[in-house]
């Protein structure tokens, strides 16, 4: 089993950084493809990054290319999301998702919630402008 755990969220002012962590305890999460999600108030749940078990490649939202970095450390077995100019519109609850039906996949990185299986429950990111 796979329980993940959201960490790193705050608040902060627009122009301003956060680093979100997503660590797991059970079995490991270095054989399994890794996303970022986020969820705004009355809006969908969408993609915002993922990242293939080896590291690379790696899948952007067009709207966070540039701004944010997926990275993970397989020895640690955490997945981070390096946030920077961060924009009021970033304000949501930030998910941590991984694909479990698929061990060391050479598919393309996936960039949908049906692509995921197990979730995180969240942690709550806040830009003020």
């Known amino acids: 089993q796979v329980h993940l755990v959201e960490s790193g969220g705050g608040s902060v002012q627009a122009g301003g950084s956060l680093r979100l962590s997503c660590e797991t305890s059970?079995?490991?999460?270095?054989?399994?493809?890794v996303g970022w999600f986020r969820q705004a108030p009355g809006k969908e749940r969408e993609f915002v990054a993922s990242?293939?078990?080896?590291?690379?490649?790696?899948r952007y939202a067009d709207s966070v290319r540039g701004r944010f970095t997926i990275s993970r450390d397989n020895v640690k077995n955490t997945v981070s999301l390096q946030m920077d100019v961060l924009k009021p519109e970033d304000t949501a609850v930030y998910y941590c998702?991984?694909?479990?039906?698929?061990?060391?996949?050479?598919?393309?990185?996936?960039?949908?919630?049906?692509?995921?299986?197990?979730w995180g429950q969240g942690t709550q990111v806040t830009v003020s402008s």
């Open positions: 998702a991984t694909d479990t039906t698929r061990r060391y996949s050479t598919a393309s990185v996936p960039t949908t919630r049906g692509e995921f299986d197990v």
């Open positions: 059970g079995r490991s999460l270095d054989m399994y493809t």
């Open positions: 990242v293939k078990w080896s590291g690379w490649p790696t």
